[in-house]
């Protein structure tokens, strides 16, 4: 099993954001690869009931790196309907 530092997902996400990015490239945005096989393997191993504790920390900064994304590209999409901003 890979071990990828938690920081990494937060680490790679604002490296994107920090590129300025289109609403369009926000919009298609997804962790590269490798990111996310670690938190599908993370989720798999949580439902199995064995993950160890540096590894839920782990899940959880996944979690809220994703709930982080999905408020961003809803964000995005009402800003691109013209409903905010």
Do not use: C, W
Not at 57 to 84: C, P, Q, V, W
């Amino acid at each position: 099993m890979q071990n990828i530092p938690t920081r990494a997902v937060f680490d790679v996400i604002t490296d994107f954001l920090a590129s300025d990015p289109t609403p369009e490239s926000i919009l298609a945005y997804r962790l590269p690869g490798e990111l996310e096989q670690r938190a599908l393997e993370l989720l798999a191993r949580n439902r199995e009931g064995r993950l160890s504790f540096d590894e839920e920390l782990e899940m959880h900064d996944f979690i809220r790196a994703d709930d982080m994304m999905t408020l961003l590209k809803a964000k995005t999409r009402m800003k691109l309907s013209g409903k905010i901003f």
